[in-house]
């Protein structure tokens, strides 16, 4: 079991680019934070994908170091019981506008115990199972 902070696209994008709304926010807790920072392979594959399709290549690629690279954050691989209690979630779910890939971050959320997301997506509040910072 890793505890930590699971850190969703959201706050990612926060982080890498300036002018988004939430930068300032995601920044100060970012700075005060102690906890190990927790992604999945999935919402690597998101961010950098997300950088690249608004023309932010090279924040991509310099993302991309941080979140393989950097020793103080853990990707967490998104396995195939994952997948398949994602599938379920989505499924059971379908009031919610949860995307697959929150639902793979739900699951490994829950399989790792984790108690906290660093997220400005409101689907990470909706999971009703953890606390969402910043307040």
Request: hydrophobic content about 45%.
């Amino acid at each position: 079991m890793r505890k930590g902070v699971f850190v969703d696209t959201s706050a990612w994008y926060a982080l890498y680019v300036p002018d988004d709304e939430n930068h300032a926010a995601a920044w100060d807790w970012y700075r005060e934070n102690q906890a190990p920072l927790v992604v999945t392979d999935y919402i690597v594959d998101e961010i950098l994908t997300l950088l690249r399709r608004r023309g932010e290549t090279r924040r991509a690629v310099r993302a991309g170091r941080l979140l393989l690279e950097s020793p103080a954050i853990i990707v967490e691989r998104v396995s195939l019981a994952d997948f398949d209690e994602a599938w379920q979630v989505f499924q059971r779910f379908g009031d919610k506008a949860w995307s697959f890939t929150d639902c793979t971050s739900r699951v490994v959320m829950q399989r790792l115990e984790i108690e906290t997301a660093l997220a400005f997506d409101e689907h990470f509040r909706q999971f009703g199972t953890v606390g969402v910072v910043p307040g």
